[in-house]
């Protein structure tokens, strides 16, 4: 079992920026790949970016693409997203996540078994 707690959350204002963290814990060989996702109320869980092991493949959506980086340590203890020119958009709960039979781009939330409590992110204009 995998257990992830996210941390770093907070209020900011838009052009601003946060460092999200995302602490693993457990069978941590079994995260092949970690994702951040995000989630506003009554909407759908959308991706905004992910890690394989070994910090080299990374991907972003669109929407993260240019502002957020993602990294993770040297042994996929913890998992990071730069948040940079953060805009009124980006308000949601953030979720870290971790797979095991990752594929692709790796930002299906199907493809994640584990996932954490939930940082909450708030950009006021």
């Known amino acids: 079992q995998v257990h992830l707690v996210e941390s770093g959350g907070g209020s900011v204002q838009a052009g601003g920026s946060l460092r999200l963290s995302c602490a693993i814990s457990g069978d941590t060989y079994s995260a092949n790949c970690v994702a951040w996702f995000r989630q506003v109320s009554g909407k759908e869980r959308e991706a905004v970016a992910s890690?394989?092991?070994?910090?080299?493949?990374?991907y972003y959506t669109s929407s993260a693409k240019g502002r957020f980086t993602i990294s993770q340590d040297n042994n996929m203890n913890t998992v990071s997203l730069q948040m940079n020119s953060l805009d009124v958009e980006d308000t949601a709960m953030y979720f870290c996540?971790?797979?095991?039979?990752?594929?692709?781009?790796?930002?299906?939330?199907?493809?994640?078994?584990?996932w954490g409590q939930g940082t909450q992110v708030t950009v006021s204009s």
């Open positions: 890690i394989y092991r070994g910090g080299v493949h990374t």
């Open positions: 996540a971790s797979g095991y039979r990752c594929q692709g781009s790796a930002l299906a939330a199907e493809g994640y078994n584990y």
